[in-house]
């Protein structure tokens, strides 16, 4: 099992930024294979995911919805990623999870079902 901490949430104005990390561990095997993605959930809503980026290549995608806003980078030598917010929206307002697993965004495709460990969340609050 992989173990994801969150960090960086928390509360800001419109137009504002926030900067999201994920660190990974893993006791007795590799991460080598294991790209990770960003998903964010609303109260009410279903969680959807938000962008995601390929271990092997750095290839990444994001949600339409935060293109050109959000960020994703990673920093495997520390086995962190970071997700970079810029020009938040009051309906970015979400808890905010990382996740992993085997070759879930391999060549920038994210593909959700691949997903299997998840860290607790982050809140991240955007006033209007």
């Known amino acids: 099992q992989v173990h994801l901490v969150e960090s960086g949430g928390g509360l800001v104005q419109a137009g504002g930024s926030l900067r999201l990390s994920c660190v990974a561990s893993?006791?007795?095997?590799?991460?080598?294979?294991?790209?990770i993605g960003w998903f964010r959930r609303e109260p009410g809503k279903e969680r959807e995911g938000v962008s995601c980026i390929s271990r092997s290549d750095s290839d990444t995608w994001y949600a339409d919805s935060v293109k050109g806003r959000f960020t994703i980078s990673g920093d495997y030598v520390k086995n962190t990623v970071v997700l970079q917010m810029d020009s938040l929206k009051p309906e970015d307002t979400a808890v905010y999870y990382c996740?992993?697993?085997?070759?879930?965004?391999?060549?920038?495709?994210?593909?959700?079902?691949?997903?299997?460990?998840w860290g607790q969340g982050t809140q991240v609050t955007v006033s209007s």
């Open positions: 996740a992993t697993g085997i070759l879930a965004c391999n060549g920038g495709y994210f593909e959700p079902s691949r997903y299997t460990d």
């Open positions: 893993a006791s007795g095997f590799t991460l080598s294979y294991y790209d």
